[in-house]
């Protein structure tokens, strides 16, 4: 090994050592929103006409945004990414969960086991929102406390066509009511009544439902955006647009109401959980490159990281990170948390983010990153029947398709193309980098995935 990577080894073992120690009294705040891509947070400045994000943006004003994070092009599985650090083909997550299918199983250990493992460490868990992870066996009302979290207030996954945000089934610790409060404003209610009557440390997973359709036009005072009056199926982008909005909005108050001290004890994590649905996207953001598919649109996904961890607030990482996978870690990172024996019989995927938080001046961990989208979801080892995978570096991307059909691959130069629309494998138009770095990602790719 060359004597400056050893140093920095040592040294970010070292930033890792004292950042466990100084923060393992922080609280960590993480939020979710659903179906949320770059192209839609202003303070990305990549899509053409993003819904207001004033609170959102002023967090990377504060913090660290990564340019470059990925998560999985469906909902379910980056949720699971994040609760266990486990790619999608080892937990059989490779879609929505759905009511009669396979889902997170409870031998899986998430966040919230590591932590009730290591009761020294003291930390409350809360989880508020959508958990859309379990099934009618997997504990149905009871899976996130089973799962290990303190406290749940939330929904057990979308809101569905025959409820509203308005008039929806809302669960609270294996109890389950009608709630008539609108779902964006009560989950900050629930997420601002966990912070006030659990004790410190907390970890809290704010998981919005919000702006995943059904999209309705939210109450007035929570957007600007101008709203038609029209059939949201018809012209779906100016609701989402204002559903987007409107949960900024009840962000600020969420923060507001907190207040400065509690904020300053506070780790904030902002993410989206895939890229942004193709009804709502807006060209160079193609539909049929948009969420439920393994290009950028459907899996570079916003992350921003603030809090009173961050060394050099206000600047931004393009290095690579598995979103959703390395938030596992991360958090635990921030905690002070380990993962020892029994707590985690099982490996994972994740590595931790915090490097990029202490040091302005690190240089990337990954050398590539992995996402996934396949069905039906299933235990590990078992066929699908149809997959796309996709890995890159920090250049070039591969994607591989498998269905009943055969397989196919596609292969991108990002640095020049980063709207994936010159295929290099059907236009044959290799350069010796080019050809070696594919060689390389479908050598990535076989020695990942079994």
């Known amino acids: 090994m060359q004597i400056s990577a050893l140093i920095g080894r040592i040294t970010t073992s070292a930033l890792l050592l004292a950042a466990s120690i100084a923060v393992a009294q922080d609280n960590v705040l993480i939020i ?125 996954g979308n809101i569905p066509n025959w409820q509203t945000f308005f008039n929806y089934e809302r669960v609270e610790n294996g109890v389950a009511a009608i709630s008539t409060t609108y779902a964006t404003t009560e989950q900050v209610d629930d997420a601002l009544d966990f912070m006030q009557n659990a004790p410190e440390p907390w970890v809290c997973y704010l998981a919005f439902n919000t702006p995943h359709a059904a999209y309705h036009k939210p109450p007035s005072h929570l957007f600007t955006t101008d709203v038609p009056n029209v059939d949201p199926r018809l012209v779906p982008r100016p609701f989402y647009k204002a559903m987007l909005e409107s949960m900024d909005t009840e962000m600020g108050r969420l923060f507001s109401s907190m207040g400065f001290l509690a904020l300053r004890r506070t780790n904030v994590i902002f993410m989206g959980d895939n890229g942004t649905p193709g009804e709502v996207s807006m060209s160079p953001f193609e539909a049929e490159h948009a969420k439920l598919t393994p290009y950028e649109g459907g899996v570079n996904v916003p992350l921003i990281i603030t809090g009173p961890i961050i060394e050099s607030p206000g600047r931004e990482v393009s290095a690579l990170v598995s979103g959703g996978t390395d938030l596992f870690q991360t958090v635990l990172d921030l905690m002070g948390a380990s993962i020892a024996q029994p707590a985690l019989a099982i490996p994972t995927d994740s590595v931790s983010m915090l490097p990029y938080l202490l040091d302005p001046q690190q240089e990337p961990i990954r050398e590539t990153v992995f996402a996934e989208y396949f069905g039906p979801n299933s235990p590990s080892g078992f066929g699908s029947s149809f997959t796309a995978r996709t890995v890159r570096n920090d250049r070039y991307k591969l994607i591989e398709f498998l269905d009943l059909g055969g397989h196919r691959y596609e292969f991108y130069d990002l640095q020049s193309d980063p709207f994936e629309k010159f295929d290099l494998v059907s236009r044959r138009l290799w350069t010796v980098p080019a050809r070696a770095a594919y060689l390389a990602l479908r050598n990535e790719l076989k020695n990942l995935v079994p």
């Open 32 to 156: 979710i929103a659903d179906d949320v891509g770059v192209d839609m947070v202003g303070c990305y400045q990549e899509g053409p006409d993003p819904a207001p994000t004033p609170v959102i943006d002023a967090l990377a004003q504060r913090g660290v945004l990564f340019r470059n994070a990925w998560a999985n092009p469906a909902c379910s599985p980056t949720r699971s990414h994040i609760q266990t650090g486990r790619y999608g083909f080892r937990t059989g997550l490779g879609m929505v969960v759905s009511p009669n299918g396979w889902a997170l199983q409870q031998q899986e250990s998430t966040v919230a086991d590591i932590f009730n493992s290591q009761p020294s460490l003291g930390i409350t868990t809360g989880f508020i929102g959508k958990w859309h992870l379990s099934n009618l066996q997997t504990g149905s009302y009871m899976a996130p406390n089973l799962q290990g979290y303190d406290v749940f207030m939330g929904t057990m």
